[in-house]
């Protein structure tokens, strides 16, 4: 269920990451730095849905944890680009919240499965 959870919000928070570029490129005709938000906000979602066909669980955990990074990435562009006067208080508060709530998600689903491999290795010895 958490999965389903987080990759919709991935998805929705992509687009929202995706207007916001739009909105930085009409209005502060930024090109650098948004564009690497545009990267690493949409890469958490395409991460999430690449391991939907995983070949093993650490091929799995494998997306997982790529899509926690860029989901540390994503705020830290997020931070950038506020600090530096390119997104307003209210798109920065709000994509900054959702984005971490995505965080603490992958990080859970991470812990989860490490705690699983873990248990299953020392069952199986």
Known sequence: ????TVKFKSKVFAKNIIFLYQKILAGKREY???KQLLR???SIGANLAESECAISINDF???VYIS???A???IFWLDLLHETGYICINDYTRLKKDCEEIKRMLSATTKTIVTKLK???QTNN
């Open 61 to 63: 955990l494998s997306k």
């Open 119 to 121: 248990t299953s290795k």
């Open 1 to 4: 269920m958490e999965q389903n």
């Open 72 to 74: 540390s990435e994503t």
């Open 68 to 70: 926690l990074k860029e």
């Open 40 to 42: 690493c906000g949409t």
């Open 32 to 34: 650098v730095l948004s």
